[in-house]
């Protein structure tokens, strides 16, 4: 069992930043693939990034690519996702997730609220 928590979300304008936190519980940290997902209102929720266990590999959604960053600090049990040049867009709430592949993610954060104003 996993449990997430994410932090770091607020209100930005256009262009800014923001790191996003996700702290998990458990000594088995290492061992999951983390992913970074949002939903904004209205919309299904969509990926936005992933990283390997061990943080060798990681993907991105076309929208992220080159303004999002993700790390995993497994020390510290928490991975992050450093969000730059902020669009209106990237309004939506951030989730953190962990699973044993890529694709498959079996525990959820409770969220955190991105709103980048124009």
């Known amino acids: 069992q996993v449990q997430l928590v994410e932090s770091g979300g607020g209100l930005v304008h256009t262009g800014g930043s923001l790191r996003l936190s996700c702290a998990a519980s458990?000594?088995?940290?290492?061992?999951?693939?983390m992913g970074w997902f949002r939903q904004a209102p209205g919309k299904e929720r969509e990926f936005v990034a992933y990283?390997?266990?061990?943080?060798?590999?990681?993907y991105y959604a076309d929208s992220a690519k080159g303004r999002f960053t993700i790390s995993k600090d497994n020390a510290k049990n928490t991975v992050y996702l450093q969000m730059n040049t902020l669009k209106p867009e990237d309004t939506a709430v951030y989730y953190c997730?962990?699973?044993?592949?890529?694709?498959?993610?079996?525990?959820w954060g409770q969220g955190t609220q991105v709103t980048v104003s124009s």
């Open positions: 990283i390997s266990r061990y943080g060798l590999s990681t």
């Open positions: 458990g000594r088995t940290f290492s061992t999951y693939y």
């Open positions: 997730a962990a699973g044993t592949s890529r694709y498959e993610y079996d525990y």
